[in-house]
């Protein structure tokens, strides 16, 4: 598998404000869009691209921009666009964190925390969890050993199956959260 192609922060800014027809497109949790992104972008989570990657590829004939965080997710979804034949589609190195870091607005919302502080959270409560627990119940040390091995697997895969869940928490989806009212998004525009 190539390297996506990626953009960096001024080349995006100067490709909003030509004449090129863009798309930029966020493929973050709904909550985490809402806390910040740029502006003009559509949020088409992660999950829900790759469930319906067909559909929304129908819609995207324009030069394609992907933001994330910090760029995994967003070459994520390059590759699922690009197996779904769409060439025209780039990743913003760096994810919005970069963007935002050189000084480029967003538009911010109701503030939340992003999906991989999410993470941190949960992994880090269940190892301390279990073991403490283990104190008491010695066999506990084996779900803190199956957190860590998780966590070692989502850093080689370059994947994060706890992510995944989390995203699907009603606290990371918004209200417009589903294909039907993505596609509309990309068609009225």
């Known amino acids: ?8 922060c001024h080349d995006l800014d100067q490709l909003m404000t ?6 930029v497109i966020d493929v973050r949790t709904p909550g985490e869009f809402e806390t910040a992104h740029i502006a003009g972008s559509y949020n088409v989570p992660l999950d829900l ?11 995207l004939d324009q030069q394609v921009v992907l933001v994330c965080k910090s760029g995994q997710r967003a070459g994520q979804a390059e590759v699922t666009l690009r197996e779904a034949g769409l060439c025209n589609v780039h990743v913003l190195d760096g994810g919005i964190t970069s963007w935002e870091a050189r000084g480029f607005a967003v538009t911010r919302g109701a503030q939340r925390w992003d999906l991989e502080r999410q993470v941190r959270l949960v992994a880090g409560s269940i190892v301390l969890t279990s073991v403490l627990g283990s104190i008491a119940v010695p066999k506990l040390k084996w779900l803190a050993g199956a957190i860590g091995g998780g966590l070692t ?4 895969s370059n994947t994060c199956a706890m992510g995944t869940m989390l995203g699907k928490l009603p606290y990371n989806r918004g209200n417009a959260c589903d294909a039907q009212n993505v596609v509309a998004q990309l068609v009225e525009r």
């Open 153 to 156: 697997f989502a850093a080689v």
């Open 18 to 23: 030509s004449d090129t027809p863009l798309r």
């Open 49 to 59: 691209l790759r469930e319906h990657r067909d559909e929304i590829v129908k819609h």
């Open 1 to 8: 598998m190539s390297a996506p192609t990626t953009v960096n």
